[in-house]
């Protein structure tokens, strides 16, 4: 019914930048919130940075300055502009979105993207 499509992760070397996309398609009906968030091995997956569907963003501690995320509601997309890559910032990231379906409007539910790695290495 609904599939969250992940692109742009890749080899950066450390300082360098990453643009992730994540493309939401299917029987949708509205986007609330949109996400991404990351898993590196060993650690717990953790939210990296979350946007409303009205713009409001807000982000883990330690990406704060260095990574931007946005939404284009019309194209049912989320970005997340990572700058200054740090040597702890490779994981595999997933892009989540709570959203609502066709047949069933008032009921939101959260869905995740396959990931898509991110390493950072000189």
């Known amino acids: 019914q609904v599939q969250l499509v992940e692109s742009g992760g890749g080899l950066v070397q450390p300082g360098g930048s990453l643009r992730l996309s994540c493309a939401a398609s299917?029987?949708?009906?509205?986007?609330?919130?949109m996400g991404w968030s990351r898993q590196a091995p060993g650690k717990q997956r953790e939210l990296v940075a979350a946007?409303?569907?009205?713009?409001?963003?807000n982000y883990v501690d330690s990406v704060k300055g260095r990574f931007t995320i946005s939404r284009d509601n019309a194209k049912n997309t989320v970005y997340l502009q990572m700058n200054s890559l740090k040597p702890e910032d490779p994981a595999v990231y997933y892009c989540?979105?709570?959203?609502?379906?066709?047949?069933?409007?008032?009921?939101?539910?959260?869905?995740w993207g396959q990931g898509t790695q991110v390493t950072v290495s000189s």
């Open positions: 946007i409303t569907r009205g713009g409001s963003s």
């Open positions: 989540n979105a709570r959203l609502s379906l066709v047949n069933t409007p008032l009921s939101p539910t959260d869905y």
């Open positions: 299917g029987s949708i009906f509205t986007i609330y919130r």
